[in-house]
């Protein structure tokens, strides 16, 4: 699995997933996170600017959450 760096406000996190979205879902879980009206940036660089960065917007985290909960 790629290793994502991971942000959102001022929290950053490394940590490996399958792509970007599950290393946003992974990342909330392991920062005990939840946003509302923001958006995580997802990078396989580093913690800089890139412009081939991914950014995912937290609707999507938390419904990919809820469909691994069954909900």
């Known amino acids: 699995m790629p290793k994502?760096?991971?942000s959102?406000?001022?929290n950053n996190?490394?940590?490996?997933?399958?792509d970007p979205l599950d290393a946003c879902v992974l990342a909330?879980?392991?920062?005990?996170?939840t946003?509302?009206?923001?958006?995580w940036?997802?990078?396989?660089?580093?913690?800089?600017?890139h412009p081939d960065d991914d950014v995912v917007y937290d609707t999507e985290?938390?419904?990919?959450?809820?469909?691994r909960k069954g909900k």
Do not use: T
Request: glycine share 8%.
């Open 61 to 67: 985290i938390i419904r990919e959450q809820k469909r």
């Open 13 to 18: 996190i490394v940590l490996n997933a399958k």
């Open 4 to 6: 994502y760096y991971v």
């Open 8 to 10: 959102v406000m001022d």
């Open 41 to 49: 940036k997802v990078s396989e660089k580093g913690f800089g600017n």
């Open 28 to 33: 909330s879980e392991i920062m005990s996170i």
């Open 35 to 39: 946003s509302a009206g923001l958006y």
